[in-house]
Nanobody, 114 residues
Framework: VQQVESGGGLVQPGGSLRVDCVAS????????MNWYRQAPGKERELVAG??????YYSASVKGRFTISNDNAKKTMYLQMNSLKPEDTAVYYC??????????WGQGTQVTVSS
């Protein structure tokens, strides 16, 4: 299964952006799917996740970001609103398989700057 992220770019503070993750094998092969991000000089952190209909958000993005899936399009989304400069990072799609294997996409850059 391969995941490919897209949709990153440059946005002004307060703006919105959506990043997509397409899974070649479909979303149903995953026990859980997550969005991580890594800012320069910082460790990769979990931003949002979804599993069995439940969702999780880190405190830093709760109320601003929304994770969702479209099984027919084999795509997971992260809608990001009210973006802040501190949201600047490379965003990665992560998939946890039922056999314990974890797969990652290549990442997409999100830059929040005026």
């Amino acid at each position: 299964v391969q995941q490919v992220e897209s949709g990153g770019g440059l946005v002004q503070p307060g703006g919105s952006l959506r990043v997509d993750c397409v899974a070649s094998g479909g979303l149903l092969s995953f026990k859980a799917m997550n969005w991580y991000r890594q800012a320069p000089g910082k460790e990769r952190e979990l931003v949002a996740g979804t599993s069995g209909g439940s969702t999780y958000y880190s405190a830093s993005v709760k109320g601003r970001f929304t994770i969702s899936n479209d099984n027919a399009k084999k795509t997971m989304y992260l809608q990001m609103n009210s973006l802040k400069p501190e949201d600047t990072a490379v965003y990665y799609c992560n998939g946890e398989h039922y056999n314990g294997y974890v797969s990652w996409g290549q990442g997409t850059q999100v830059t929040v700057s005026s």
